[in-house]
């Protein structure tokens, strides 16, 4: 792993500056807030199905809103054609008025309008993996997550944007180009999910879907202040060829409010033959009710590792400002540290990325038609991914297993573990990645991820969720950590810890006030 050093070195001088083009100004200044754009998006798909609101409706006012905000943002991308989405709105409102009951046992999602993230194939729309290499893919086929959507009754009217084969936490790529922070459009949206992110909170979309590998899920919810789930490893079905060696990344929710992760979570969750390694979970029980008593609850802090895992002093300050929210709904808080060495487990982490992401990947940088489509981090992954030994990749799984103890050993005196879900504030949407965090210089192109990082070589449930703003408007926050399989009890404390932190929750962007 150490020979991987001069390769970063050379890696990281590529870090800087994009040429970027200026940011489309909003078409007009952003009026009252609609109401059913206000609304959670698990009481907008029950007026739809109640037939209080129309899918027609919920449409258009959805579609206004992309028009509004995403020239400014880019979170949006291969848009549908509006004609042919109003078609298919109103295909849905003649169900419901022939007497179709759509509801949260049968079609929870119906008329939600829906951008998958475009790291997975939706039928019919274009799907790049933010790669100039899938620039003109239009899917024929889709895998399970989609399906699991479709068939809820989600109606797709585009993508959500994502770097390129969702390398790294910045969502920027060739194809789209970048997307901008809900909150400040000269800072990054975060990434990998960043479109879901900030289509969230510009209430562009109801609710979304999202990817984690090291922080994906996590990283653009709290930088655009809402919420998103990384489950339990195999708690939603994973996909693909190999599903036993490579075990590292999910799908996942994201959402403006807890209650409507868990909704979306009760869908995409649950054993599927075509996926090894899912576990028998009760997928309903996602969808609520969320509420419990979390009196003598302990919870354990691990701030920035023990010092070990750099961070922004804002950060930690934000997010040392929300645990009172976990005392006053009766839980306790103490420190909590891991008794293993991180450094093993950060070279650990990078040899096995490199050898799931860029393994498969190597017929692009061999075949000179593709070659120089692809971008610096997929290059680099895939030049690691070229000298891994079988003997490495057993140490590293060792490692990695070791780890994984360790953590687990910290629930014999806690409930949940608490960590900041970011280590930085949002930085400026032109650079590809951060070269350095509180004065310490980034080997790679994702080392400032390190605290997520530090969550997935587990495989542990972690529910990333708002804590506050810095003084100049930016926002970070938490991450939620449960025992294995304790995705329901994540849901029921994030639902209690979303409640008293209202006001910072609740909080809108500045386009949208």
Same mark, same amino acid.
């Given at each position: 792993m150490g020979a991987m050093a001069g390769t970063r070195r050379q890696f990281l001088k590529g870090a800087g500056a994009l040429a970027l083009a200026p940011v489309a100004a909003p078409a007009s200044a952003a009026p009252t807030l609609d109401p059913l754009l206000a609304m959670p998006g698990r009481e907008l798909a029950g007026m739809i199905s109640a037939k209080k609101v129309s899918a027609v409706e919920a449409l258009t006012t959805v579609l206004a809103q992309i028009a509004r905000h995403n020239p400014a943002h880019n979170a949006i991308v291969a848009l549908q054609d509006g004609d042919q989405l109003l078609g298919q709105a109103r295909a849905m409102d003649a169900r419901l008025a022939a007497g179709e009951r759509p509801g949260p046992q049968n079609m929870p999602l119906f008329g939600i309008p829906w951008a998958v993230k475009d790291l997975a194939g939706v039928i019919g729309i274009r799907t790049t993996n933010g790669s100039l290499v899938n620039k003109d893919n239009i899917p024929t086929s889709e895998g399970i997550m989609v399906q699991r959507l479709r068939k809820a009754g989600a109606l797709f009217i585009g993508k959500t944007n994502a770097p390129e084969f969702g390398l790294g936490s910045h969502t920027i790529n060739r194809v789209y180009g970048p997307t901008r922070n809900a909150w400040n459009t000269g800072k990054s949206a975060g990434g990998s999910s960043g479109g879901a992110g900030v289509g969230l909170a510009l209430r562009m979309l109801p609710m979304a879907d999202g990817s984690d590998f090291g922080g994906s899920l996590r990283n653009p919810a709290v930088w655009n202040n809402v919420f998103g789930f990384r489950p339990t490893l195999g708690t939603i079905p994973s996909e693909g060829a190999e599903q036993w060696i490579s075990r590292m990344s999910t799908s996942g929710p994201m959402a403006r409010h807890v209650a409507d992760l868990g909704l979306i979570l009760s869908v995409m969750a649950g054993p599927h033959p075509g996926a090894l390694g899912a576990l028998p979970v009760d997928a309903r029980s996602f969808a609520g009710p969320?509420?419990?008593? *979390?009196? $003598?609850?302990? /919870?354990? !802090?691990? $701030?920035? !590792? +023990? +010092?070990?895992? &750099? *961070?922004? &002093?804002?950060? @930690?300050? /934000?997010c040392e400002n929300a645990l009172p929210a976990f005392r006053s709904i009766g839980c306790s808080v103490d420190e909590a540290s891991v008794d293993h060495e991180i450094e093993p487990v950060w070279q650990a982490l990078m040899l096995l990325r490199s050898w799931v992401s860029g393994t498969g990947l190597q017929r692009l940088a061999d075949d000179p038609k593709t070659r120089d489509l692809i971008g610096p981090q997929a290059h680099w992954e895939i030049a690691n991914s070229r000298t891994i030994t079988g003997a490495q990749v057993l140490a590293a799984s060792t490692v990695r297993t070791a780890w994984t103890r360790a953590v687990d050993k910290l629930f014999d005196r806690f409930d949940f573990l608490v960590a900041p879900a970011v280590q930085l504030l949002p930085f400026p949407v032109e650079q590809l990645w951060p070269? #350095?965090?509180?004065?310490?210089?980034?080997?790679?192109? *994702?080392?400032?991820? @390190?605290?997520?990082?530090?969550?997935?070589?587990?495989?542990? &449930?972690? @529910?990333?969720? %708002?804590s506050g703003f810095?003084?100049? +408007?930016? %926002?970070?926050?938490? #991450? /939620? /950590?449960?025992?294995? $399989?304790?995705?329901?009890a994540c849901l029921k404390l994030a639902h209690a810890y979303e409640q008293a932190m209202r006001p910072v929750i609740s909080r809108l962007p500045p386009g949208l006030v």
């Open positions: 969320l509420v419990a008593d *979390h009196k $003598g609850v302990r /919870i354990g !802090w691990l $701030g920035d !590792w +023990g +010092g070990r895992v &750099p *961070h922004d &002093p804002a950060v @930690l300050r /934000i070269t #350095q965090v509180n004065g310490q210089t980034m080997r790679t192109y *994702h080392e400032w991820m @390190l605290g997520t990082f530090l969550v997935t070589m587990t495989g542990l &449930p972690a @529910l990333a969720a %708002p810095s003084a100049d +408007g930016l %926002p970070a926050g938490i #991450q /939620i /950590i449960g025992r294995r $399989g304790a995705d329901l």
